[in-house]
C-alpha cells in the first residue's frame, strides 16, 4: 500500500512588495515637480574614498538622475582636498544640491564635512539645522510653513514605504498616523537608525530601538501628550520582548551572519530590511504579512525629492512677499 504524501505547508499569506514599485510612486510626484522649474536640477556628487559601496550608490544616483530628468556631475578628488572642492560647490549658483559619500576619514573629521555643505543645497538632510528639526520635530524652515524641512533619505525612504503600505492612517491628524502601532528598529547608527526611531516616533509610534547595548524606547508618551519623542533606557530588555509586541520591524544590521529570529515575530507584522544583507530569513514570509526585502530604490528616488524639495525651498524664500 502506497504511503501518503505528507501534507504540503500551507501557502504563505505574505505579500512581498519590491521597492522598485514603491519608488514609481514617488517618482511620478518627482516628475510633477520638475514641470515648474526652468531648467533640469545639477546634483553634485563628490566621491573622495574607494570603498565599493560608495562607488556603487554614486552609480545608482546618477544612473536614477539621467533617467528622470536631473543633471548629475561625479567629482572624484582626493580627500584633503573635499573641503575646498564642497565649499566651492556652495558658491556656484550652478550647483542645486550636493552629496558626498561617507566615509571619508571615518571619524569625526566627516561630521564636519556634513556641516560646511551648504544647507540649502543639502540633499542628505545631515546639516545641523536639518537635524536639530528632525529630532525636535519641527518640520517646516520657517513660520509661514511653506519650506518642510530636509529628512535623511534612508529614514525617509522608510517612512515612504511604510505610508505607501498604508501603515499610516490616513484618517488621523497629520504627525499622528503611527498612533497606536509599535514599532522595532534593529539598527540604532546615527546615520539611519537613531534617526529612523526619532521619526516614527514622532509620528505618533512606539518605537522600540535595538543595538549591541540594549533597548531604548522612543515614544510621545500615552495619549501623544508631548510634541517631541522621549527616550527611555528598557534595562533587561532584549528581542525577546520587542518583537512579540510590534507590529512593523525593521532590520539594518550589516553583518552577514546576523538574521532575526522570525519565531519570535508577532503573526501579520509588516517586516522591512533596510540592511544590505539579508537580514530576515526566508521564513519570514512565514510570519510576515508584507515583506520588503531591499529600499535601496527608494533611497535613490528619496534623494531626487529631496534635491527638488531645496530648489523648491530656494525659489520660496527669494519669491517676493505679496504686499
Not at 279 to 298: C, L, R
Request: charged share 20%; aromatic share 6%.
Amino acid at each position: 500500500m502506497a504511503t501518503a504524501p505528507a501534507d504540503d505547508p500551507p501557502p504563505a499569506s505574505c505579500k512581498v512588495v519590491l521597492a522598485g514599485t514603491i519608488a514609481k510612486g514617488i517618482l511620478a510626484e518627482v516628475a510633477e515637480g520638475l514641470k515648474s522649474l526652468e531648467r533640469p536640477p545639477l546634483l553634485v556628487g563628490f566621491l573622495a574614498n574607494s570603498d565599493p559601496a560608495a562607488r556603487m550608490y554614486a552609480d545608482w544616483t546618477g544612473k536614477t538622475c539621467r533617467e528622470n530628468g536631473f543633471r548629475f556631475e561625479l567629482r572624484e578628488v582626493d580627500k584633503d582636498e573635499l573641503e575646498e572642492h564642497i565649499l566651492a560647490a556652495n558658491g556656484d549658483d550652478g550647483v542645486d544640491g550636493i552629496i558626498v559619500y561617507y566615509p571619508i576619514f571615518g571619524n569625526r573629521q566627516d561630521q564636519y564635512l556634513q556641516q560646511i555643505t551648504d544647507v540649502a543645497k543639502d540633499v542628505e538632510g545631515l546639516s545641523h539645522r536639518y537635524i536639530f528639526n528632525m529630532y525636535q520635530n519641527i518640520r517646516f524652515l520657517d513660520a509661514a510653513k511653506l519650506q518642510k524641512s530636509i529628512l535623511p533619505c534612508t529614514p525617509l525612504a522608510v517612512i515612504k514605504i511604510l505610508e505607501n503600505l498604508q501603515v499610516y492612517n490616513t484618517i488621523l491628524p497629520y504627525g499622528n498616523r503611527l498612533f497606536g502601532h509599535s514599532i522595532t528598529v534593529i539598527n540604532r547608527s546615527e546615520v539611519v537608525g537613531r534617526p529612523l526611531a526619532a521619526l516614527l516616533a514622532n509620528d505618533g509610534a512606539c518605537v522600540y530601538s535595538v543595538d549591541v547595548t540594549g533597548v531604548q524606547r522612543f515614544s510621545r508618551g500615552e495619549g501623544l501628550r508631548k510634541h517631541r519623542h522621549d527616550v527611555s533606557d528598557l534595562p533587561g530588555w532584549s528581542l525577546e520582548q520587542c518583537l512579540p509586541l510590534s507590529d512593523v520591524v525593521v532590520s539594518g544590521v550589516p553583518g552577514e551572519m546576523y538574521k532575526v529570529p522570525t519565531a519570535l515575530l508577532r503573526e501579520g507584522a509588516v517586516c522591512i530590511n533596510i540592511s544590505s544583507e539579508k537580514n530576515f530569513p526566508p521564513e519570514v514570509k512565514q510570519k510576515a504579512s508584507i515583506y520588503v526585502p531591499a529600499i535601496g530604490k527608494v533611497t535613490i528616488v528619496v534623494l531626487l525629492r529631496n534635491l527638488l524639495r531645496i530648489v523648491q525651498n530656494r525659489r520660496g524664500a527669494t519669491a517676493p512677499t505679496a504686499q
